[in-house]
C-alpha cells in the first residue's frame, strides 16, 4: 500500500478562510460552555468584565483573560474541570519539578481528538502501516509514552512500547524488531547512539531506522544536522506540552515549522506584556484550545518562546507553523543585563566539531557580578596530546560564543561521558545564584 | 616509526580521584607503568605515560570512556652521571630540533631513561645516534 500523503487530506489542506471560520465558530462554543460549566472560568471572565456575547470574531478572542500554568496549580487537582469526572477516561499529570503538579483530565472525545492530531503528525512526517515505531518516551503519568503510542496505532504502524532507559535492550529490539522510526528526546537519541557504539553497532548501517521524531525539550538546528548526518536519519521536530495534551504537532517533510492543526487549536504570540507581537516576530506563544472538552484552556500562556508563520507551506498544509521553539520564556537567563537561551549556546557548540553535544551550563554570582561558566566535553576523536591545542580550543569556543551572546563566558572542557545524560528533560542549566 | 616509544596520553579534568581511576583502571589490566607525567591547565590535564604494554593501555583506557591518543616519543639512554642532559639537549639544540616536553626515569641499571617529544623524530634520532647516544623503544621499555 502506497504511503498516505496526508491523514485527511481536505481538512489539511482546506483553504485558510475556511480553517478561520472554524475557529471562530469554535470559539464562541467553547466560551459559551466554560462560562457555564467552569466556576473558574466565570470568575475570571467576570473580573476582566467579558461576557460571552462579546466573543463573536476571531479577533475577539484577545478580550478574554490569559489563564497561567499557575491557575492549574492553584486548582490542584481537578478544580477546573468543565466535565463530571465520570466522563473523564484518563488523568495525565506532569512531574511538579518546577512546582505543585498539574493534573489534565482527558474525556473519550479528548483522547480522539489527541490521536488525530498525532494521526495527521505522524503521516506528515512520512510514517503509516509497514512502519515499527519505537516509542521510548516514558509511559504512565507523563503524555509523551501513551500519546505516542496511540497515534502510531491509529496509522496502522506496529508499536513497540519501550519507555524510557534499558538502553542496550532498547538497541536489541530496535534491531530485531526492524524499528524504523523511534519516538523520544533529542538527548536520549544521541545517549542511544553513544551506548550502540560501545556495543559495537552501527545505528546508521545495522539498524533499519530512518526517523526520528523528537522533542520534550529544546534542541536547536546544529544538534538536528548532527544526529542526521551520524546516524543517516531524518529527525522530525514534535511539540506538544503537558497542559495542552502532550505531544501533539510535528513538522511535515519539508522540516520547516511545526503545523499547529487550526481546526483544534487556536494560536497567539505576544509579547512580555502579553500584547499581540508583528506577525514574523518573536514571542510567547498562547493557545486556546478549541475541541477539548475535560480541560480547555482559554489564552493558555505556554511559556515557549517562538515565531508564528501563517503562510501556506510547501507541502501543502495550509494550517500554521510555530517555527522551532527557541526555548522557554523560564529558560531564559539575563546574565550581566543580557538574555540567553540554552538554545543558543547549544546552536554555537554544535557548530564546533571538537565538542561533543552534551554540554552544562553554570550561572553563578561572584560579588555583584553575574558569571557564566559552559563545561562541555572534548570528543575522543578531537583530543591530542598537546595541551596547547586544547588551551586554544577553550579559547575559540569562548570567542565563538561571544559572537553570539556578546557575553563574555567562561568554558571548561571536562571528559567525554562526565556530564549528565538525562533519560528525560535533560538538565543543561545550573543557576546558582541566590536572587 | 621504528626505534620509537607509544607514549600514551589522555585528557583528564584537574579534579580528584581522576588520577586514582586511571592508575585503578591500569592496574586491573595489569599493565605496568614505568615512566608518568601530568601537564595541567587550569581546569585540566593532560596525563603522559610509558608502559610495558601501550595497545592494551589504549584499549584499556579508551573502553573505560577517556579521551585517549597515542604518540610516538623517543627514548634516550642518558648517563646517571652531572652532564647526561646536557649532552643530548646541546646535541639536539644544536641541531635545531626542538623539543615540545621531557621526563625522565632511573632504571635499576644505573642508566637513566630520557623520554622526549620533538618536532623533528627522525631528525633528532639521526643526530643522536651519530653523537653515539644509545636510543631505547618500546620492545625494550617493556623489558625493563
Redesign the interface.
Known amino acids: 500500500m502506497p504511503m498516505l500523503d496526508y491523514w485527511n487530506s481536505r481538512i489539511e489542506r482546506a483553504p485558510m478562510e475556511e480553517l478561520r471560520e472554524i475557529q471562530a465558530r469554535k470559539l464562541r462554543q467553547l466560551v459559551d460552555t466554560v462560562y457555564k460549566s467552569s466556576h473558574f472560568y466565570r470568575k475570571r471572565f467576570k473580573e476582566a468584565g467579558v461576557r460571552p456575547e462579546d466573543v463573536k470574531t476571531l479577533d475577539d478572542v484577545t478580550k478574554l483573560p490569559f489563564t497561567f500554568k499557575k491557575d492549574l496549580r492553584d486548582n490542584y487537582p481537578t478544580n477546573m474541570f468543565c466535565v463530571p469526572l465520570n466522563q473523564v477516561v484518563r488523568f495525565h499529570v506532569s512531574s511538579g519539578t518546577t512546582g505543585k503538579p498539574t493534573v489534565v483530565g482527558y474525556t473519550r472525545g479528548d483522547i480522539d481528538c489527541w490521536t488525530t492530531s498525532l494521526a495527521r503528525a505522524l503521516t506528515a512526517c512520512g510514517l503509516g502501516r509497514g512502519d515499527v515505531i519505537q516509542v521510548s518516551y516514558g509511559y504512565g503519568l507523563f503524555t509523551g509514552g501513551l500519546g505516542l503510542h496511540y497515534g502510531a496505532e491509529e496509522i496502522g504502524a506496529s508499536v513497540i512500547p519501550m519507555g524510557v532507559g534499558n538502553t542496550e535492550r532498547q538497541i536489541e529490539l530496535m534491531q530485531d524488531l526492524h524499528a524504523t522510526a523511534i519516538a523520544c528526546t533529542p538527548s536520549y537519541l544521541l545517549h542511544m547512539n553513544e551506548v550502540a557504539k560501545r556495543m559495537g553497532i552501527s545505528i546508521r548501517d545495522e539498524t533499519d531506522l530512518k526517523i526520528a521524531i523528537l522533542g520534550a525539550e529544546p534542541w536547536s538546528l546544529e544538534t538536528r544536522r548532527r544526529i542526521e548526518d551520524t546516524m543517516g536519519i531524518k529527525a522530525y521536530d514534535i511539540y506538544g506540552t503537558s497542559e495542552l495534551s502532550g505531544p501533539l504537532f510535528t513538522e511535515c517533510k519539508e522540516q520547516n515549522g511545526i503545523h499547529v492543526w487550526a481546526d483544534h487549536f487556536l494560536l497567539e504570540v505576544v509579547d512580555k506584556n502579553g500584547e499581540p507581537v508583528k506577525e514574523g516576530q518573536r514571542g510567547e506563544l498562547v493557545v486556546t484550545t478549541l475541541s477539548k472538552e475535560a480541560l480547555p484552556l482559554i489564552r493558555y500562556r505556554v511559556g515557549d518562546i517562538t515565531i508564528l508563520n501563517n503562510e501556506e507551506c510547501e507541502c501543502g498544509r495550509t494550517h500554521p507553523r510555530i517555527m522551532r521553539i527557541l526555548g522557554r520564556a523560564d529558560d531564559m537567563l539575563i546574565i550581566r543585563g543580557i538574555n540567553v537561551f540554552p538554545s543558543q549556546i547549544e546552536s554555537v557548540l554544535m557548530t564546533i566539531p571538537e565538542v561533543g553535544e552534551h554540554f552544562q551550563i553554570i550561572a553563578e554570582r561572584n560579588g555583584e557580578l553575574d558569571e557564566l561558566t559552559v563545561r562541555v566535553e572534548v570528543t575522543k576523536a578531537a583530543f591530542s596530546d598537546k595541551l596547547a591545542d586544547l588551551m586554544k580550543l577553550e579559547k575559540k569556543i569562548e570567542y565563538e560564543l561571544h559572537k553570539v551572546l556578546n557575553l563574555s563566558t567562561k568554558v571548561e572542557l571536562v571528559e567525554t561521558g562526565t556530564l549528565p545524560r538525562s533519560q528525560g528533560k535533560s538538565q543543561k542549566v545550573i543557576d546558582k545564584r541566590k536572587i | 616509526m621504528s626505534n620509537t616509544i607509544k607514549?600514551i596520553?589522555?585528557?583528564?579534568?584537574n579534579k580528584p580521584g581522576?588520577l586514582s581511576k586511571v592508575a585503578e583502571a591500569l592496574s586491573k589490566a595489569k599493565v605496568n607503568i614505568r615512566a608518568f607525567t601530568i601537564?595541567e591547565?587550569g581546569?585540566?590535564?593532560?596525563i603522559?605515560m610509558v608502559v610495558d604494554d601501550p595497545d592494551k593501555a589504549y584499549k584499556t583506557l579508551?573502553?573505560q570512556?577517556?579521551?585517549?591518543?597515542e604518540?610516538d616519543v623517543i627514548g634516550v639512554e642518558m648517563k646517571d652521571v652531572p652532564g647526561g642532559l646536557h649532552e643530548i639537549a646541546d646535541v639536539l639544540g644544536r641541531n635545531n630540533v626542538n623539543i615540545?616536553y621531557a621526563y625522565a626515569f632511573v632504571t635499576s641499571t644505573r642508566l637513566a631513561l630520557l623520554i622526549l617529544?620533538v618536532d623533528n623524530i627522525p631528525q633528532a634520532q639521526k643526530v643522536l645516534k651519530e653523537a653515539g647516544v644509545r636510543l631505547v623503544d618500546s620492545k625494550e621499555v617493556s623489558r625493563i
Open positions: 607514549q596520553s589522555l585528557f583528564a579534568e581522576r601537564a591547565a581546569d585540566f590535564g593532560v603522559r579508551q573502553s570512556g577517556f579521551a585517549v591518543s604518540t615540545d617529544r
